[in-house]
């Protein structure tokens, strides 16, 4: 037993040598990739689910890295916000994707969703000089602020609050929208929602996984679209991937949909061709 134990740690260390190597590796890897340009966004639709139309689309970041493939966010996100470098990768996610809206609408007004939703992690957020970041992007693509969607956390606007709070409003007061990403995953209280300076809320996936089957969760989700039609929120349920899901999510009033029952993150040469048409329900 005990060669056998030390087989094991042996391999143990081995695997944290590894991971620790690779880590380091996907750090300094990362400051290089915005000029080497290995990010990629793909764009998942967000439907109505009254009208099932397509109106807007979510920017989700891949990065195409030059040895291991394509990169979801779990592979880089938490590192390059430990490295600080989630601050350009961010700034290059919303000029790329404002930009790409722009190319939509001018291609095919018609066959273009209405507006584009862009994740902002905390620490880009708070980095000064971030709300006139994004009034330059804006110009710079020649977009509407109300074009634009911020998904923002809820901790973020629970920390910091007078700042956070000061910024949301300005962004606001120029007419980009806010959402809180995430919902129900952190810690605010609902009654708190009513002064939060936010227009939309995304309900985490992982409350919606369960809305058929737990009594208790569906009692949940409920609350929170109604407590947010009550303060005039618009609602996004996240992650829907059956028709199970949807019906009840309609049935309870929820405005938006998103998840695999729609579409996955799709490239943006692909997206024309949701938005023009009804999405096969
Ligand atoms: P999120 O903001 O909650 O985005 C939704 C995630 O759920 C996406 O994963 C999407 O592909 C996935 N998803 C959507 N519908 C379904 C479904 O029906 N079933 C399942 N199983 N999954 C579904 P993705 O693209 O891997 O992104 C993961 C997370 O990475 C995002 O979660 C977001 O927090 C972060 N992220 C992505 N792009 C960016 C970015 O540009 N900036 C920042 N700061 N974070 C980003
Ligand atoms: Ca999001
Ligand atoms: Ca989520
Ligand atoms: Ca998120």
């Known amino acids: 037993a005990k060669g056998a134990d030390k087989g094991t740690w042996q391999r143990y260390r081995g695997e944290l040598h590894t991971d620790m190597a690779q880590r380091l590796e996907t750090r300094v890897a990362l400051l290089d990739a915005i000029d080497a340009e290995q990010f990629r966004l793909l764009y998942q639709p967000i439907v109505n689910l009254r009208t099932n139309r397509v109106e807007g689309v979510e920017a989700l970041v891949r990065w195409q890295h030059p040895t291991r493939g394509l990169l979801g966010p779990y592979h880089f996100i938490e590192l390059a916000e430990e490295s600080g470098a989630i601050v350009a990768i ?33 620490r880009q957020f708070r980095t000064p000089g971030f709300v006139d970041r994004v009034r330059a992007a804006l110009t710079e693509a020649g977009v509407e ?112 949909g998103q998840g695999y029952l729609f579409a996955k993150p799709v490239r943006p040469e692909e997206i024309p061709a949701l938005t023009r048409v009804e999405p096969a329900l």
């Open 90 to 122: 961010g700034n290059w996610v919303l000029r790329e994707s404002l930009a790409q809206f722009a190319r939509w609408h001018a291609d095919d007004p018609s066959g273009s969703p209405s507006y584009v939703s862009v994740n902002v992690s905390a």
């Open 145 to 256: 602020p109300p074009r634009l969607l911020l998904e923002i956390t809820e901790s973020l606007v629970l920390r910091d609050a007078d700042q956070v709070w000061a910024d949301l409003r300005t962004l606001r007061a120029l007419g980009v929208r806010m959402a809180i990403d995430d919902f129900g995953t952190g810690y605010s209280s609902l009654s708190y929602l009513r002064e939060m300076p936010v227009d939309v809320l995304k309900i985490d996936k992982s409350f919606i996984d369960d809305v058929l089957h737990s009594e208790k969760q569906r009692v949940l989700v409920e609350t929170i679209v109604a407590l947010a039609h009550n303060f005039e929120l618009r609602v996004v349920a996240e992650g829907i991937e059956d028709h199970g899901q949807r019906a009840v999510l309609t049935a309870m009033g929820c405005d938006y």
